[in-house]
T-cell receptor
Framework: AQSVSQHNHHVILSEAASLELGCNYS??????LFWYVQYPGQHLQLLLK??????LVKGIKGFEAEFIKSKFSFNLRKPSVQWSDTAEYFC?????????????FGQGTELSVKP | EAQVTQNPRYLITVTGKKLTVTCSQN?????MSWYRQDPGLGLRQIYY???????DKGDVPEGYKVSRKEKRNFPLILESPSPNQTSLYFC????????????FGPGTRLLVL
């Protein structure tokens, strides 16, 4: 069965520090990859997605992610975080072979940014 | 405004008392699904629907029912809630089953005593 693994459960950074959140998935076929963000008390919002093409994907709020097929990875990056980036981040994957288009989520990474 | 709405947003109930959480989308999406979010487990799919009158089980369907009588609505029914169904529930929708971006509702926080 497909699975998604996020390396860090909780990351604490100071403002202006660089961020990289790891995400690995288990499926070897064609996949669609997503990063969602959940701000405190809010619903999930799409940060960025990869379907095909340029493996370096740019999203909202200065986030980007790189799809490395050989490593089954889709890591999220931001060069300089802000206090307002404090949130929980979820990596998710789906594929044409997924039952009913199911999104498979990682466990989530909680990011705390200290002002 | 394109959105997915859920009601209620917060609910406290007791074991065995039937409840329904409503979900509605105004984007004419074919695909809708329900997820539950639990600490350390991420989101897990409960049920999904690819179109009107077409529903199927996700990863954790036990104790839940759904129906899809209209394209815009996809209610989640707990016939006899139990404390292990205490969770945060999200409804989501997308254009089709072809792995398009899913849009999430605001969530329903349920506590079963």
């Amino acid at each position: 069965a497909q699975s998604v693994s996020q390396h860090n459960h909780h990351v604490i950074l100071s403002e202006a520090a660089s961020l990289e959140l790891g995400c690995n998935y288990s499926y070897g076929g064609t996949v669609n990859l997503f990063w969602y963000v959940q701000y405190p008390g809010q619903h999930l919002q799409l940060l960025l997605k990869y379907f095909s093409g340029d493996p370096l994907v740019k999203g909202i709020k200065g986030f980007e992610a790189e799809f490395i097929k050989s490593k089954f990875s889709f890591n999220l990056r931001k060069p300089s975080v802000q206090w307002s980036d404090t949130a929980e981040y979820f990596c998710a994957v789906t594929s044409i072979y997924n039952q009913g288009g199911k999104l498979i989520f990682g466990q989530g990474t909680e990011l705390s940014v200290k002002p | 405004e394109a959105q997915v709405t859920q009601n209620p947003r917060y609910l406290i109930t007791v074991t065995g008392k039937k409840l329904t959480v409503t979900c509605s989308q105004n984007m004419n999406h074919e695909y809708m699904s329900w997820y539950r979010q639990d600490p350390g487990l991420g989101l897990r799919q409960i049920y999904y629907s690819m179109n009107v009158e077409v529903t199927d089980k996700g990863d954790v369907p036990e104790g839940y029912k759904v129906s899809r009588k209209e394209k815009r609505n996809f209610p989640l029914i707990l016939e006899s809630p139990s404390p292990n169904q205490t969770s945060l529930y999200f409804c989501a929708s997308s254009k089709s089953r072809r792995q398009e971006t899913q849009y999430f509702g605001p969530g329903t926080r349920l506590l079963v005593l």
